[in-house]
T-cell receptor, first 112, second 114 residues
Framework: DQQVKQNSPSLSVQEGRISILNCDYTNSMFDYFLWYKKYPAEGPTFLIS?????DKNEDGRFTVFLNKSAKHLSLHIVPSQPGDSAVYFC???????????FGTGTSLTVIP | DTGVSQDPRHKITKRGQNVTFRCDPISEHNRLYWYRQTLGQGPEFLTYFQNEAQLEKSRLLSDRFSAERPKGSFSTLEIQRTEQGDSAMYLC????????????FGNGTRLTVT
């Protein structure tokens, strides 16, 4: 059962515009959410996280929004740059366990 | 902070052979995780250590898989009698013990079973 879902396998955005990546989850016990970026032949790199007591967290060009009632989070990248082209995974951790659950990823292409 | 290190980066083996992978976590991290990733999928949890204790194992981890973390430092993941379905990227990650501590991944070991 896929507890973390990324329904868009790919996204293309023009350089300088906003990229919005979406993620949905089913487990109401999740209380910590993360976004990772992955280049080919490398491991995932941690980008930004948010705990369930917040609804927004910002770090430079990256902002994560959490809507607990909808069980939905999103990652906004503004402005998008060609170097942002990668696969982005969202992940979640339950307050009752230690395991992290990952989505299937969204491949972002930023067009110069 | 030298990051999480995994060795080897690539391993090609014949079906039925045993393979062992090594992971060196970030030195101050006492939590260590193994994940597996196949094409088009996100990382799937295999097992988790806190210091030297293996606290959680996925149902994905058949009895052909064994992981150890002696002395709570580096970890090894062994796959016995490899099968073609074991072909995947094996990722190691580490984190601090504190609440809401993110995972930091290594670059993985890509296993190909022929």
């Amino acid at each position: 059962d896929q507890q973390v879902k990324q329904n868009s396998p790919s996204l293309s955005v023009q350089e300088g515009r906003i990229s919005i990546l979406n993620c949905d989850y089913t487990n109401s016990m999740f209380d910590y959410f993360l976004w990772y970026k992955k280049y080919p032949a490398e491991g995932p790199t941690f980008l930004i996280s948010i705990s369930s007591i917040k609804d927004k967290n910002e770090d430079g060009r990256f902002t994560v929004f959490l809507n607990k009632s909808a069980k939905h989070l999103s990652l906004h990248i503004v402005p998008s740059q060609p170097g942002d082209s990668a696969v982005y995974f969202c992940a979640a951790q339950s307050n009752t366990g230690n395991q992290f659950y990952f989505g299937t990823g969204t491949s972002l292409t930023v067009i110069p | 902070d030298t990051g999480v290190s995994q060795d080897p980066r690539h391993k090609i083996t014949k079906r039925g052979q045993n393979v062992t992978f090594r992971c060196d976590p970030i030195s101050e991290h006492n939590r260590l995780y193994w994940y597996r990733q196949t094409l088009g999928q996100g990382p799937e949890f295999l097992t988790y250590f806190q210091n030297e204790a293996q606290l959680e194992k996925s149902r994905l981890l058949s009895d052909r898989f064994s992981a150890e973390r002696p002395k709570g430092s580096f970890s090894t993941l062994e796959i016995q009698r490899t099968e073609q379905g074991d072909s995947a990227m094996y990722l190691c990650a580490s984190s601090l013990r504190t609440v809401n501590s993110p995972l930091h991944f290594g670059n993985g070991t890509r296993l190909t079973v022929t």
